[in-house]
C-alpha cells in the first residue's frame, strides 16, 4: 500500500513570503499526484494535478508543483504568499493500476500573518 | 466544487447510538467515494460506490459500517453503535465516470463527535 508523507504539521509566514510545502510518497508503480487545499470552513479544492508529461505542474492561484520521480517527491511552492493563502494544504497520491483510491498526507495547516 | 453536499456538518452522537452521514454529488456525478480523516492524519478511503452497487469496499472497518448508493437519493455512510474511536470527520467527493485519472470533488465534510 501506497503511503504519504509531508514533512510540516504547521508552517507561519509572513506576506510576501516564498513557501515550499514537502511531499514523499512511497509506491513502487507509477503514481497520479495531487495537491489539495482546504480554506477555513470550506471545502477541499484541488490546486494541481500532475498525470504525465512535464513534470512540473502549475495550478491555481499562483501555486506550482514539481514531481522527482527519483525522490518521489511533489513540492508545492508559491513565490509570494498572501494572507488569503491561510489554509490547510493536502498532497494525495493515487496508483494509475487502482487510481480511484486518494491516499492523503496528514496534511500542512499555513498561517500568513498580514 | 460546492456541488457535493454533505449533511449533517457537525454530529454528536453518545456511544452505542447509531450515525447516518449523507452525500449528494454533483449533478451529473455517479461515482461515490468516502474517506474518513481521523485526528492528525490524511484522509483514508473507506468505501467507493456507483449507483446501487459498492465497487470497492476494502477501507471500511469489518463491523459497524455500512454505506450505500441507492437509485434515488443521496448516498448514506451509516454507524451502528458509535465508539468515541468514531469521532472524525468524513468526507464524500463524487465524480462523473469513475475512468481512469478523473478527478474526484469534495463535500465539506462531516464532523461526528461520540460522547
Known amino acids: 500500500a501506497q503511503s504519504v508523507s509531508q514533512h510540516n504539521h504547521h508552517v507561519i509566514l509572513s506576506e510576501a513570503a516564498s513557501l515550499e510545502l514537502g511531499c514523499n510518497y512511497s509506491?513502487?508503480?507509477?503514481?497520479?499526484l495531487f495537491w489539495y487545499v482546504q480554506y477555513p470552513g470550506q471545502h477541499l479544492q484541488l490546486l494541481l494535478k500532475?498525470?504525465?508529461?512535464?513534470?512540473l505542474v502549475k495550478g491555481i492561484k499562483g501555486f506550482e508543483a514539481e514531481f522527482i520521480k527519483s525522490k518521489f517527491s511533489f513540492n508545492l511552492r508559491k513565490p509570494s504568499v498572501q494572507w488569503s493563502d491561510t489554509a490547510e494544504y493536502f498532497c494525495?497520491?493515487?496508483?494509475?493500476?487502482?487510481?480511484?483510491?486518494?491516499?492523503f498526507g496528514a496534511g500542512t495547516t499555513v498561517t500568513v500573518r498580514a | 466544487n460546492a456541488g457535493v453536499m454533505q449533511n449533517p456538518r457537525h454530529l454528536v452522537r453518545r456511544r452505542g447510538q447509531e450515525a447516518r452521514l449523507r452525500c449528494s454529488p454533483m449533478k451529473g456525478h455517479s461515482h461515490v467515494y468516502w474517506y474518513r480523516q481521523l485526528p492528525e492524519e490524511g484522509l483514508k478511503f473507506m468505501v467507493y460506490?456507483?449507483?446501487?452497487?459498492?465497487?470497492?469496499e476494502s477501507g471500511m472497518p469489518k463491523e459497524r459500517f455500512s454505506a450505500e448508493f441507492p437509485k434515488e437519493g443521496p448516498s448514506i455512510l451509516r454507524i451502528q453503535q458509535v465508539v468515541r474511536g468514531d469521532s472524525a470527520a468524513y468526507f464524500c467527493a463524487s465524480s462523473p465516470r469513475g475512468t481512469t485519472q478523473e478527478t474526484q470533488y469534495f463535500g465539506p465534510g462531516t464532523r461526528l463527535l461520540v460522547l
Open positions: 460506490l456507483q449507483k446501487e452497487n459498492i465497487i470497492d
Open positions: 500532475y498525470f504525465s508529461g512535464d513534470p
Open positions: 494525495a497520491v493515487n496508483p494509475r493500476s487502482n487510481d480511484y483510491k486518494l491516499s
Open positions: 509506491y513502487g508503480g507509477t503514481v497520479n
